[in-house]
């Protein structure tokens, strides 16, 4: 009877383990795997948009894509909030007044909200910031036009918290040449790359814990800071060329490069980045498309252009032909797994630039979207160390570098 009774007892043990690992493994499942992480957001502009004009993020909006609500909806932990102006300062106190307008609006949000926002500026401060209940909200510069040339400009921004500067948006200034310059989709320039200046200014960064963003930049500016930086570096929003051949990605050679360094190319999930049909969809209904829509319309009687109603009609008709082509998660997807077949799993992130973006992927809409590309993610086969890398966990390796 002895027999019987341990053989029950084993059998009882058996199942008892197989029940605790199912359990387990459910809880290990998507959802689970994507609260655990730390979820890292690398560029969204809400600040310079919606912020300025007035929204208040604290609470659910029906419109724009990042508020509170949606970013812990979303699981997100920490997001960089983009500082921008563009090439011409909307002040006429110019562009260094422009950001500092913008990190006060910041600075304000949460002062007013402390349950909800959180402020940081180095890795240690941010990982022992994150919380359940609030968004860490770092600063990341977009342009450094922003400096106006001047290192104290950049030391009292540096004071004032920011985490990273884009050397440049897709203006070249004094001591750095853009990507959209150096391409030549705008300006043409008569030297490319870094000045000696521009060296000094990531001299002082990299002494100050400032991580060194190249998205924006030319190439030859990425490889000239690639040569001076002391710090692994980031590419904050940016895609994949070999994918989507537009000049704001990152070419093989360059994500090579970056993964020498130690850096971390973070994916943008805007759709003309990061899917070709797209790119030549829009190229056609925002050239020809919209003109044959325009002559079609001007036809018809009732369509009389009173206060700009055609023009809006075309553009209404427009955003719908467009819409018909817009890529879905799997696109993002392929650019994260395309990164990680070339270098590795631990150079990709996230840096989606929603509220930056006029079109969204299909299943990506908004900041509470991302379990969604976890799930997709997990799909693929990532294992659940491989997620927590590539929502956050590589950007946070990148910081504690940078500043710890
Ligand atoms: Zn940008």
């Known amino acids: 009877m002895k027999w019987l009774q341990n053989s029950c007892r084993q059998l009882l043990g058996l199942t008892l383990f197989l029940v605790l690992g199912h359990i387990i493994g459910y809880g290990q499942s998507y959802n689970s795997v994507h609260r655990k992480a730390i979820l890292v957001d690398t560029h969204n502009d809400c600040l310079s948009g919606q912020v300025l004009e007035g929204r208040d993020i604290s609470r659910l909006l029906s419109i724009g894509h990042s508020d509170y609500v949606r970013w812990k909806r979303g699981g997100v932990d920490i997001q960089f909030f983009s500082v921008f102006t563009g090439e011409t300062p909307r002040k006429k106190e110019g562009f260094y007044q422009d950001a500092l307008q913008e990190i006060d609006s910041l600075h304000r949000i949460i002062l007013r909200h402390p349950d909800k926002f959180d402020f940081a500026t180095g890795y240690k401060q941010a990982r022992k910031k994150v919380h359940r209940n609030k968004i860490v909200a770092m600063i990341g510069v977009e342009g450094g036009h922003m400096i106006e040339s001047d290192l104290s400009k950049l030391d009292s921004l540096i004071a004032k918290g920011m ?54 930049v030319g190439e030859k500016t990425f490889y000239d800071a690639l040569e001076v930086t002391t710090k692994p570096v980031l590419l904050t929003h940016s895609s994949v060329w070999s994918l989507c051949p537009v000049f704001r990605n990152a070419k093989d050679q360059q994500i090579q490069a970056l993964a020498k360094n130690g850096g971390v190319i973070c994916i943008n999930f805007y759709p003309a980045f990061i899917s070709k049909t797209f ?22 009687p009732e369509y009389r252009d009173e206060a700009g109603l055609l023009s ?38 996230i840096g989606a630039d929603y509220d930056g973006m006029g079109f969204v992927p299909k299943g990506l809409e908004d900041v509470s979207t991302y379990p969604q590309l976890t799930a997709a993610l997990k799909r693929q086969g990532y294992s659940n160390q491989s997620l927590k890398k590539i929502l956050g966990g590589n950007v946070l390796r990148v910081l504690k570098a940078n500043r710890f």
């Open 279 to 300: 790119v030549e969809a829009k190229k056609y209904w925002e050239g020809h498309g919209k003109d044959s829509i325009l002559a079609a319309l001007q036809q018809l």
């Open 163 to 216: 985490s990273y500067l884009t050397l440049t948006w897709n203006n070249s200034h004094d001591w750095a040449t853009s990507a959209m310059d150096e391409s030549g989709a705008g300006k043409s320039l008569s030297a490319k790359g870094l000045t000696d200046f521009g060296k000094q200014v990531m001299k002082r960064m990299n002494e100050a814990g400032v991580i060194v963003d190249l998205s924006h």
């Open 312 to 349: 809006k009609q075309v553009n209404s008709l427009v955003q719908q032909e467009l819409s018909k082509s817009l890529p879905g998660i799997k696109e993002v997807v392929d650019h994260i797994d395309y990164v990680v077949k070339l270098v590795g799993v631990d150079h990709v992130g």
